[in-house]
């Protein structure tokens, strides 16, 4: 399938609360889902009813390219509050790889809840079985974790393996920092497979190397502060902040 213009490459975010979504888009949501990952009608549909909101892409004729899931949750950590935003499933087509329209609309939203939660410290908790989910991290944030060239930090470490918990209890493996689903959701063969100059890409090479078990939908959990400091400077220019 080829393009004939740019403005068939050009997709359109937007964020819509789960309760909100109706049939049709939440079958389209399944369907492309299905497509590229090994997931079950009604694992998906549990899944999305414990989120809060969507990241809808969907390209000039309306139809569904990509999208991601999120949750907002409270934690008490050592008698302080915190804040958790939970990214779930995340896909967007292969024609739309490198747009950066879902950069932008789910950057906005960070920020956005950034401001709504003023003082209270916020987190993104990120599960990835994928290379591509795990690139979000060095493409958003000055520091992530887990990462390549340093330790967690042990307060984050004990934020993350909290939040991890909360989640996923028992399927939460803190030695190993892998969530191992009762109802995995791999990529299907093909889609994604690392070649030999990507695994040299530092980001990615670690990512393999922490999260073996990927093929079989393993998920690495991960954690950023979200704080206005810590965002890349491309990000701060993509959201004019």
């Not at 292969?94 to 950034?114: A, Y």
Request: proline share 5%; aromatic share 12%.
């Amino acid at each position: 399938m080829g393009f004939t213009s740019e403005e068939d490459k050009r997709l359109v975010g937007r964020v819509v609360p789960v309760n909100q979504l109706d049939d049709g888009i939440r079958d389209s949501m399944f369907a492309l889902m299905q497509q590229f990952y090994f997931v079950e009608r009604p694992a998906f549909f549990s899944d999305l009813a414990n989120k809060s909101s969507v990241v809808l892409l969907a390209d000039c004729n309306g139809v569904l390219q990509g999208f991601t899931s999120v949750a907002l949750f409270d934690l008490n950590i050592d008698d302080e509050p915190v804040k958790i935003l939970f990214s779930g499933d995340t896909i967007v087509h292969p024609d739309f790889w490198g747009s950066l329209e879902l950069p932008r609309v789910w950057g906005k939203f960070m920020f956005e809840t950034l401001q709504a939660c003023g003082e209270t410290p916020l987190y993104w908790f990120l599960i990835s079985s994928g290379y591509k989910t795990y690139r979000f991290l060095p493409t958003y944030f000055n520091e992530f974790f887990p990462r390549h060239d340093c330790e967690t930090p042990a307060q984050l470490q004990k934020i993350l393996d909290i939040a991890a918990t909360e989640l996923f209890n028992s399927a939460y493996d803190a030695d190993r920092g892998i969530i191992r689903l009762e109802n995995p959701t791999p990529l299907r063969s093909g889609v994604s497979d690392p070649s030999k100059e990507r695994q040299a890409n530092r980001h990615i090479a670690f990512f393999l190397l922490k999260n073996p078990g990927h093929n079989s939908g393993d998920e690495l959990a991960c954690i950023a502060r979200l704080h206005l400091d810590n965002f890349k400077s491309y990000v701060r220019r993509l959201l004019k902040i």
